[in-house]
């Protein structure tokens, strides 16, 4: 089977939308992972501080009230939320 050079030009281009697009799925997981990463040492410098079990159930109750969605959680929203503990 002889390939022209527009069959190998096609392959090429797909292959190289393939590579660029799982290189971006990578980089946009790895930095949603350092976010989450900060969010959670942030809260448990809150925890840290506590200095009662009242002021632990009242950060209990801030915490409850994060913007948790699951997957589709946006960690921004979340490390803005964390900084009014």
Do not use: D, H
């Amino acid at each position: 089977m002889k390939l022209t050079l527009g069959a190998i030009l096609t392959i090429s281009v797909l292959f190289g939308l393939v590579v660029v697009f799982w290189l971006g799925a990578f980089s946009a997981s790895f930095t949603t992972n350092l976010c989450y990463s900060e969010v959670i040492g942030k809260i448990s410098e809150q925890i840290k501080k506590q200095e009662s079990l009242g002021s632990l159930a009242e950060l209990s109750r801030k915490l409850e009230s994060l913007p948790l969605a699951g997957y589709e959680s946006s960690c921004e929203e979340i490390k803005s939320e964390v900084q009014n503990l």
